[in-house]
Structure formats: C-alpha cells, structure tokens
C-alpha cells in the first residue's frame, strides 16, 4: 500500500516557477507527474525510476524536473517558465511495479488528491 500527499500547487504568472511536492507512505519503485488540463485527457509529465531514469513530456522538457528527497520520502516537481498551457490540475503517481509503460497512468495503482496549478498571461 502506498500512500501520497501532495501539496505546492498555486498561481504564478506567465514565466514564474512552481515546486510541486509528493510525500509517499510505503514502497515505491516507480514515481510519477500526469496532469490534467480542463477538457483534455489526464498526460504524463513525467515519471523516474532509481534504475532506469528520468522521462520527461517533450511539452515539458527542459522546464520540468522531477525532484528526490529521500530525507523526506518525498519527489517533487520542479516547474519553470510556466506557460498558460500549463494549466492543469497535477497529480502525483506511484508504484512499486509496472507491467505497463511508465508514461500510461493505467501503469500507476497509488495517486494523490491532485494540486491545482494556475498561469496568468
């Protein structure tokens, strides 16, 4: 069982930066970021495994990066030059196995309450 509070979430303007932050209760190989923008489908922004890396949305690469703490049990993301297509409500994502691609959210089994992200032009 596996267990994620999220927090960080927030309104900035157009260029401004965000931290999201995700603390997990339990074992987790696999750490991801999906979000979901009104009227679309939740995405993929990301996803990290210690093994096997870091894997980012080409949308976001570059601006995005996911942040360990393990001091803290928590990953986060950091998020800059944010962009008003960026608004989204942004969850967190975690598994201690996938049997599915890293960047499909079917992969995921544990997710947190979401945190609403805001950009002004």
């Known amino acids: 069982q596996v267990h994620l509070e999220e927090s960080g979430g927030g309104s900035v303007a157009a260029g401004g930066s965000l931290t999201l932050s995700c603390k997990a209760h339990?074992?987790?190989?696999?750490m991801a970021w999906f979000r979901r923008a009104p009227g679309k489908e939740r995405e993929a922004v990301a996803a990290?495994?210690?093994?096997?890396?870091?894997i980012y949305a080409h949308s976001v690469r570059g601006r995005f990066t996911i942040v360990l703490d393990d001091a803290m049990n928590s990953f986060g993301l950091r998020m800059i030059r944010l962009e008003p297509e960026d608004i989204a409500m942004f969850y967190c994502a975690a598994d201690p196995r996938l049997t599915t691609p890293p960047m499909m959210s079917g992969a995921y089994s544990y997710w947190g309450q979401g945190t609403q992200v805001t950009v002004s032009s």
């Open positions: 990290h495994n210690d093994e096997r890396g870091t």
């Open positions: 339990g074992q987790r190989s696999w």
